[in-house]
Structure formats: structure tokens, C-alpha cells
């Protein structure tokens, strides 16, 4: 937590900039529909809008006010309320959670109140306050939850609330380009040590040898994933893990989330709006077992969580780890598809200027993928600062998803980045790309 880092001066003005950009973003989510929508639980697997903002407030308040701030809790009778371990999701709606106004005016006086912190902050404040973690943690959650509010806001009924002003870029010709990548076996750095707005979970950076493999070079698109559906990939347990052959058979599942077909042809609704299922982008809203099936189904596998960081990472002719695929430069709109910026992934092929030293496409952004990696800890990983953001979830029940989605911000994005889910989830902004061993020589 104590690499070198920018000047203080210029690490406010990030941290500032990271935190009122999340907070514009939250409005956004929030400002577009009425009070009745905002308290409305529009699916049992997520929270009511105006949860997820009180929420955002109180996290906020409990480590930029009370931890770094040393300050008194402004409503210390509402963390119960807030706390994600106390109340499970389908729960919440019963809460007496604070009304829209409330919690508008609450997560308002939190911000300015954190701001202040922020300036009076010491440049030396121990470990939560190294590269301004604390508050690069804080603007991270923030953007998380908005990425959650996102999907929220994907299964809501209804016309359409959210827009995007422009499309994403369309892809080059593909056709040149290889269906896979080899990435030759060998050791390369996994994790980090360094960036200072790491999570703990990222941590510490490793060596970790890795078997020679094929990669996919771009993510499966809706036409190919199409291709399993209209082969009866749903209908042939032999595609399908055991426990996901269950959920196929016990929920009827036919094709990706939001997906129908109606006179012979395949749509989707999209925030709102039904539109033709556009074959050329990566395919969404898969859970793992879809991911897994269809990999069985084309003769390959999921990546491992491993193998995806080394494809994403790895510079071959300097044998050091990048941050992100094309280098250490943040991302930019002409890289990686993030922030929410067209509210759909972009064409299988789009941004070149974002590919790794290999060669592979698209790894930063468009949808989360799926690996075939357990979420457990790296070797001598510690909790910071506390136990419930990853160590509570380590084990076999979830599985490792990598790259970041449309939906997601370039704060909480990296080439270290781990996010995990259930493998029975659907509605999240999930995708995948597959992998298969290289032949031994």
C-alpha cells in the first residue's frame, strides 16, 4: 500500500475527479425515474433504487467521515438498515429505508462533508490513506453499486428512461484476424503490489506458471452462441455441468436472458426498447453454465482465471506485467467500451487500439467474461481493511469473472481486476470467450 505515487496536489484532484464523476453517474440512475420506481423492488435479486443509494451514502459516511475524518456517525440508526450482510436483497423492500428525498439530502451532506476531509487529509496517514486509497476505495464501491443500479434498471418494466447519445464504433474488418491466439507456456506476474487503488483481493503480485494455450482472439458473439442455441445445445446434457443441466430443465431455459423468439426470428429487450438480437456483438447475459456449455458444445473450455490475466497482461518481449492490455495508459473511448458511454457492448472486433501485445481483442470492457476459476485467495493475500469485501466469498460457490463490462467505470477496471458471481447469474453483464491447450510439441 505504500508504492510511490503521484504528488499529493495531483492525487486530490484524482480522487476528486473519481468521486464526482461517480456521484453524476448515480444521480443519472437515480433522477431518471419517479419516487414509485425508485422504492419499487423491480426483481427479487436486487435491491429497490433508493436502497442502493442510502447505501452508497452510508458506505461513504463509515470510511471517508467516521475512519479517515475521525468524525461522530451522522445517522448511526440507519447502518443496520444499509448493511448488505444483514438484509439479503429480497429482503429490503420491507426495510424502513429513508424515502428518495431523505436519502438524496443525506448522500448530499455525506459528499460535501467528505470533500472537506479529502482537503484536510495528511499526505502520510497510514495505510487506508496511501495513495489516497480510501477514497479511491470509496469512489470504486460507488461505481460498482451504479453498475448494479444499471442492471436494475435493465430488468425494470416499462419504456425506456436511460439513453445514449452515441453508438459504440464499429468494428474493422475482422475477417484477417485469427480465431485464437497462442499463448506460450511460462511464468509471467499475476496481481499487484503497486497500484494504489488495488483491492485486496488483487493482491499481492505472484509468480504463476502457466501451460501453453490457445485463446479466443475476439468474445463469442450472439451469432455463434445463436449457432449452439439453434443446434439444441439446451436441449443435450452432454454440454452441460450437472448442476447446470438442472436449471436448464427446472426454469425452462431456451437462450440467453432476454432473449425470445418470435416468428422466427430472435430479439432481445434492451433497457426498454425489443430490437433484432444483433449477431456481431459478444454474446450477454450468459451465466457460467451457459458459458461452460457452450465451450463443451464447440470442442473447447473456459480460460482459467490465470490464463485470462496472462492473455490480457503479459508482454512477451519484456516478460513485465501491463496494467491494462495495450499498456499502462488509463483508458481511453478509443480503447475499451466503459462507463456506461452507449449502454451496449460494441461489435465483436471493435478497438483494435486495445489490444494485447498477442494480439487478443476486447479483454477491457464490453461485457464481464466468465473464467473457469473458483474466487479463492492469491498467495498471501491479506483482508483491507475489512473482511466482507472479498475474504467472506472465498470458495467453490462463486466463480471469477474478468475484463469489466459496458457497465462498468474505468475506476473500478484494470487488468488485475476481480469481480465474482454465483455461476446460476444472468442478469448481470456477463459474457465469455474460450480456450483450449496448446499440443504439446
Known sequence: MTAPGPAPDALRRHAVHALLTARERTRGLTECVDERELTTQHSPLMSPLVWDLAHIGNQEELWLLRAVGGQQALRPEIDDLYDAFEHPRAERP??????????????TDVRDRALDVLDAAPDDGGPLLA?????????????????????????????AVLSAPDPPPAAPDTATLPAEVLVDG?????????????????????HRFVPAFFIDTLPVSNGAYLRFVEDGGYGDPRWWDPVGWEQVRRHGLAAPLFWRCEGGSWIRRRFGVTEPVPPDEPVLHVSWYEAAAYA??????????????????????????????????????????????????????????????????????????????????????????????????????????????????????????????????????????????????
Request: aromatic residues 12%.
Open 296 to 441: 463443451a458444445w464447440a470442442g473447447r473450455r473456459l480460460p482459467t482465471e490465470a490464463e485470462w490475466e496472462k492473455a490480457a497482461r503479459h508482454d512477451p518481449s519484456s516478460g513485465r506485467s501491463r496494467r491494462y492490455p495495450w499498456g499502462d495508459a488509463d483508458p481511453t473511448p478509443d480503447r475499451a467500451n466503459l462507463g456506461q458511454r452507449h449502454l451496449r457492448p460494441a461489435p465483436v472486433g471493435a478497438y483494435p487500439r486495445g489490444d494485447s501485445p498477442l494480439g487478443v481483442r476486447q479483454l477491457i470492457g464490453d461485457v464481464w467474461e466468465w473464467t473457469s476459476s473458483d474466487f479463492l485467495p492469491y498467495p498471501g493475500f491479506r483482508a483491507f481493511p475489512y473482511r466482507e469485501y472479498s475474504e467472506v466469498f472465498f470458495g467453490r460457490r462463486y466463480k471469477v469473472l474478468r475484463g469489466g463490462s459496458f457497465g462498468v467505470d474505468p475506476v473500478a477496471c484494470r487488468g488485475t481486476f476481480r469481480n465474482w458471481d454465483l455461476p446460476v447469474r444472468r442478469q448481470i453483464f456477463s459474457g465469455f470467450r474460450t480456450a483450449r491447450d496448446a499440443e504439446p510439441v
Open 186 to 206: 511460462g511464468p509471467f506476474t499475476m496481481g499487484t503490489s503497486t497500484e494504489p487503488w488495488a483491492l485486496d483481493n488483487e493482491r499481492p503480485a505472484h
Open 131 to 159: 495513495g489516497g486509497f480510501a477514497f479511491g476505495m470509496v469512489a470504486q464501491h460507488e461505481q460498482q453499486h451504479d453498475e448494479t443500479m444499471l442492471i436494475t434498471h435493465q430488468l425494470r418494466r416499462g419504456p
Open 94 to 107: 420491507s426495510l424502513p429505508l429513508l424515502p428518495p428525498a431523505e436519502a438524496r439530502a443525506y448522500v
